[in-house]
C-alpha cells in the first residue's frame, strides 16, 4: 500500500459522520499464517476462510503460511512477513489456546513495538456473543511489529470470522467512522 495516499492533504483524515463514509476502500497487503502442527493446505479451513474474505473485501493476500506450533518457527515466519513490502497486516490462526502446545503469544508478544490492548477487550467482547464464558480460553493479542498490524487470533471456524467480520474487517477500512487503522497506518514508522 502506499501509504502517504491514506491521509488527505493536511496529513490527517477527517472524523465523524456515518459508521460508513463515501470516502474510497484502501486495500491493503495481508498475510495469513495459520499455527497448526496437523493443518494442511487441504485442511486449513481458517486459513482459507481468511484469504477467500481478504479477497471479497478488496484486499490483497500478501502471503499465506502454515507453521507448526514451535514458538521460534512462529516467530521467525512473523519477521519474515513483517519484513516484506507487500505485507500490511498480518492475520494468525490458531496457537491461542491454554495447552502447553499454544505458544502463539509467547512467540509473537516479545515482537511488538505496541500492544493493541482494545484489541482483546473487543475481541472476548465479540466471542462471548458467540460462545459465552468459553472465551475465558482464549489469549488472542494484536500488536504493531515494524509499521505492520498483527492480529493472532483462534483457529477455530468460527472465532476466525467473528474476528474477521466483527472486528479486523471494519477497522482495515478506510471508510470505517469515526475512525480506523488504516488512517493511522502511514504514522506508525514515524519517529
Not at 492475520?91 to 491461542?96: E, N
Not at 509473537?108 to 505496541?114: C, E, Y
Not at 475481541?123 to 498483527?150: E, M
Request: proline share 5%; glycine share 10%.
Amino acid at each position: 500500500m502506499d501509504r502517504s495516499a491514506v491521509l488527505g492533504p493536511n496529513g490527517s483524515g477527517s472524523l465523524g459522520g456515518d459508521a460508513l463514509s463515501a470516502r474510497e476502500f484502501i486495500p491493503v497487503g495481508i498475510a495469513v499464517m495459520t499455527v497448526s502442527d496437523t493443518r494442511t493446505d487441504e485442511t486449513d479451513t481458517s486459513g482459507r476462510y481468511l484469504a477467500s474474505a481478504i479477497a471479497e473485501t478488496g484486499h490483497r493476500l500478501a502471503g499465506k503460511a502454515i507453521v507448526p506450533d514451535d514458538a521460534q518457527r512462529i516467530a521467525a515466519q512473523m519477521r519474515e512477513f513483517c519484513h516484506d513490502g507487500a505485507v500490511d497486516v498480518i492475520i494468525s490462526t490458531g496457537g491461542t489456546g491454554l495447552t502447553r502446545r499454544d505458544v502463539t503469544p509467547e512467540a509473537v508478544m516479545p515482537l511488538f513495538d505496541k500492544v493493541i490492548e482494545g484489541f482483546a477487550a473487543v475481541w472476548h467482547r465479540v466471542s462471548y456473543d458467540s460462545i459465552g464464558l468459553s472465551t475465558i480460553q482464549s489469549r488472542a493479542c494484536a500488536g504493531v511489529v515494524n509499521g505492520r498490524f498483527v492480529f493472532c487470533l483462534p483457529g477455530s471456524n468460527g472465532a476466525v470470522r467473528d474476528g474477521w467480520t466483527k472486528v479486523i474487517a471494519p477497522q482495515l477500512d478506510h471508510r470505517t467512522r469515526p475512525c480506523n487503522l488504516i488512517e493511522i497506518m502511514p504514522r506508525l514508522m514515524e519517529s
